[in-house]
């Protein structure tokens, strides 16, 4: 009888949503066995109630020490409940923090480990599914027979839940280490002039752009539309927009009416931002490119020459 | 400050990459290679924390990694290390490798990319920091020392931050914007001949997984507009229209 365990997070005192969809893939593949969430804080019990309602299992892992995010600490707990309760998979969010403490717990379990997977198969061994080179190609991967396997899961593949209401055990277990790592605070987002989320039109640009003076033509574009322009990750790691422009999960979510993707590639870590919004084109000169997979309009070429054409024939249409 | 630095040498994503015939493998025609992306700022982080503290920077590579190892120590690596294994995109292989062969190596401080650009597991720099048992820090975008200590920044979702101080020796993994990587200098490229890259032979076994295949992702959403920037502008306008938005 297989043991699914997955790993709750919690951010800003609220239960992130990858906790349910850790517990919607381990309904999926628990057969006759069970699905049971750890959650792990000082006061976690409304977080547990929550969780109980996908779970065959809620074990509540409750101590002062634990109320702020620790992997030494955090892996520490789990590995004692571990060692008494013998999980089969373990399954944690492919986030910050999951991914910092998954290989930890998989060097101390011996276990395997597979990151970021959007797929996982347990009918005939082990095998699970991922994206590699940012969302170009899939990669199935066998994985060795373990007693324990750990993976970190996607955010936004499993969505379809089950209704349980599971039991919520609390696990007895303390933090028997002392860190070597000491959490100070958290750090707000930075805000800026412009708020991206509320725009109803973001030009965003990205690598393609090619250098910081090329910004203007996106700025352009932007001012004939009436909107905002973002970015992805390499133009704001180059410094050529501010971070509160920034789309994608490591900054803003946005869903505007138009979302015109520039020189963009795609990877997921930006899709994740921008997926939602109600009309996405894309122009990028690679026909791989991940973004025409997500875009509901793509133009594969320059942007260099697309955009001066759209901007003259907009100043047309302005007068 | 001793520091180790990983350094991958990676197939950018942005060159052609195709499958190969046999399924399980990427074509080699079309790849271009370069250092990984997130390793481009691991090492510039490396020489700058020696600039301003003292030390010795050293450089880890692993498979075919000469060209990668070679720019490191011309940005202002001291030596590097090769370590000629294939760790068939494992990389528990990897991380191991790189434990074994570092075993005789005084550091203080190992830095490291925060994901590779090729198979994106950012799991290298945890994984060893794991097995090594020393504290460590992943997708650090500010860091700064301390006696004994290293106070680090690190990156959360949304916007959000975390700091955290860890006890040295430790491992870190960087984002990406972290500092603006150097380029290589002429003089640095002939400074880079004289310094030692070393082999070190390690065996550490079979890994956990074994691929089974690689293919395309089956969703091509897009409806692409064809034609020359004149039509392509037309049909973009037209789309805008329809939709009221112009």
Redesign the interface.
Same mark, same amino acid.
């Given at each position: 009888m297989m043991r699914v365990f997955a790993i709750a997070e919690i951010k800003e005192n609220t239960l992130d949503e990858s906790s349910f969809e850790l517990l919607n893939l381990a309904n999926c593949i628990k057969g006759d066995g069970t699905c049971e969430a750890v959650v792990i804080g000082k006061d976690v019990s409304e977080f547990a109630k929550e969780l109980a309602k996908g779970a065959d299992k809620v074990w509540k892992i409750e101590d002062d020490a634990l109320e702020n995010y620790n992997p030494e600490l955090y892996t520490d707990v789990l590995l004692q409940l571990f060692s008494k309760e013998k999980p089969d998979i373990v399954l944690l969010p492919n986030t910050s923090r999951g991914l910092e403490m998954a290989p930890k717990l998989a060097v101390e379990l011996n276990a395997p480990i597979v990151t970021d997977i959007v797929n996982l198969d347990v009918s005939n061994g082990v095998k699970a599914t991922r994206y590699i080179f940012q969302g170009k190609l899939l990669v199935d991967v066998f994985v060795k027979k373990s007693e324990t396997y750990v993976f970190t899961v996607r955010q936004g593949v499993f969505k379809e839940g089950m209704e349980l209401s599971g039991e919520i055990i609390n696990a007895g277990v303390k933090p028997k280490i002392t860190p070597r790592r000491e959490f100070v605070r958290i750090i707000e987002p930075e805000v800026g002039e412009v708020d991206i989320t509320q725009a109803d039109i973001i030009v965003s640009v990205g690598r393609g752009i090619e250098d910081e003076s090329n910004i203007e033509l996106a700025e352009e574009l932007t001012k004939l539309l009436g909107g905002v322009v973002a970015g992805s990750r390499p133009v704001i790691d180059s410094g050529w927009l501010p971070k509160d422009r920034q789309v994608g999960i490591s900054g803003k979510t946005v869903k505007p009416k138009l979302y015109l993707a520039l020189g963009i590639s795609g990877a997921f870590q930006h899709v994740m931002g921008m997926k939602d919004s109600e009309l996405i084109i894309a122009v990028n000169k690679d026909p791989e490119a991940p973004i025409f997979g997500v875009a509901h309009y793509g133009v594969v070429g320059d942007l260099f020459d697309i955009v001066p054409v759209l901007i003259e024939k907009l100043k047309k249409i302005k007068g | 400050m001793n520091i180790i630095v990983l350094a991958k040498h990676a197939?950018d994503? @942005?060159s052609e990459?195709r499958?190969a015939p046999d399924g399980k493998s =990427?074509e080699e025609k079309g790849l271009v290679y370069d250092i990984n992306d997130w390793d481009r700022y691991a090492i510039e982080e490396a020489i700058r924390i020696k600039e301003n503290h003292g030390g010795e920077v050293v450089v880890v590579g692993v498979g075919y990694s000469d060209d990668t190892l070679r720019k490191c120590l011309a940005m202002g690596a001291d030596r590097a290390i090769k370590i000629p294994i294939d760790s068939k995109?494992d990389? $528990?292989v990897t991380a191991l490798a790189i434990k074994e062969a570092i075993s005789s190596e005084n550091f203080d401080l190992i830095i490291a990319g925060l994901m590779s %650009?090729?198979?994106? $597991?950012?799991?290298i720099g #945890?994984?060893l920091? #794991?097995?090594l048992d020393l504290? $460590?820090?992943?997708?650090v975008t500010s860091l700064k020392l301390e006696d004994g200590k290293i !106070?680090v =920044? !690190?990156? *959360?979702?949304?916007? $959000?931050?975390?700091?955290?101080? *860890?006890?040295l020796p430790?491992l870190i993994t960087v %984002?990406?914007?972290i500092n @603006?990587p150097r380029y290589v200098s002429i003089m640095g490229i002939k400074r880079a001949r004289k310094k030692e890259l070393k082999e070190i032979s390690v065996d550490v076994g079979e890994g956990?997984?074994?691929?089974?295949?690689?293919?395309?992702?089956p969703?091509?959403?897009?409806? +692409?507009?064809?034609g020359d920037?004149?039509k392509?502008?037309?049909k973009? =306008?037209q +789309?805008?229209k329809d939709?009221g938005? +112009?």
């Open positions: - | 197939v994503p @942005e990459i499958v =990427i995109m990389p $528990y %650009q090729d198979y994106n $597991y950012a799991l #945890s994984l920091a #794991s097995m504290p $460590y820090a992943t997708a !106070r =920044i !690190r990156e *959360l979702e949304g916007g $959000y931050g975390e700091e955290n101080v *860890l006890t430790a %984002q990406s914007g @603006e956990w997984i074994e691929v089974d295949k690689i293919y395309t992702p969703v091509r959403k897009a409806e +692409i507009i064809t920037p004149e392509v502008a037309e973009i =306008i +789309i805008l939709r938005l +112009i």
